[in-house]
């Protein structure tokens, strides 16, 4: 169990999880809620986002918020959203507007409201694939209203061009699992699809995998409470866990086409050439989604980003391994 202490409060404790808060978000069909875990002191001015990718949620920054904040001597929030859709975030009326623009709407939306809470003095960002994408448009688009530039970035295993082989693979299984009989069922099962985050201890895939499970009767409550009628809830046995997102975020990715990719990557290009931020880009070496062409143009163009590559590992690493988490907070606070 860590000890932190923070400068901010008269004693220090004994910090095992993160808070959970909500930011109201708007969309055009009513608004919804996002969900977000804060790591560290509420009162300090850095403040470090954290944000997922495709299917995932926030608790799988659990390590690396944590050693972020142990990094700072207690003088940081890191804070990690369940992008809409995803863990205790609402899901959305209408599938189709699951896509980049909404999700960098909602952080926005976050941001102001981190900035109401405790004006930001210093931003950080890292995003993991989807997270990635988002971080581009924050970083990129100047004409967002963000409480304070993007500081430092990292783009952990995504680049403005994406492979389209990846996008098939993601594209097979995303809101096409069942129902398990135990938390554990579903690790062994979310392992068989995920074998390319690279190698992990039976301990911290479990750990990363508990959050992305619920029982089927609160997921069902849930999705009945925040939205009527969204998503696309299966018949489930009683008993049964299911993952924690709305099956129909896939949606919006199967009706991409050939050309619309093209044009979606052409976009990005020009928010990522764009950026001022400091930008580290991680991958794993054998990734299928991020090419070694498209990270080496990274570190050539827009804000020639620095590059870490990790061996034995694919898409996506995870931040759990002590060596992926070194090279992300010597960058925060190099």
Known sequence: MRRTHYPHQNAPFFMTEPTLHYVACDDAQGGHRMAYWQWGD?????VVVCVHGLTRQGRDFDALAQAIVARAGGDVRVVCPDVVGRGRSDWLRDPTFYQVPVYAADMVALIAQLHRDQPIDTLDYVGTSMGGLIGFVLAGHKELPLARPIRRFVANDVGPTIEPAAVQRIGAYVGKSGQYASVQAAADAMWALSTTFGPHTPAQWLALSQH???PASQRSADGAAKVEGAGNQADVADGAWVLHYDPAIGVALRAITPEAAAQGGAIMWGLYDAIEARTLVTRGAVSDLLSRDT?????????????????GVGHA?????PAQIAAVTDFLFD
């Open 212 to 214: 992305m499970v619920v």
């Open 317 to 321: 690493p995870t931040f759990v391994d």
């Open 295 to 311: 990270a080496l143009a990274m570190t050539q163009r827009g804000p020639h980003a620095a590059l870490v590559e990790f061996d």
């Open 42 to 46: 509420a009162g300090s001015a850095r």
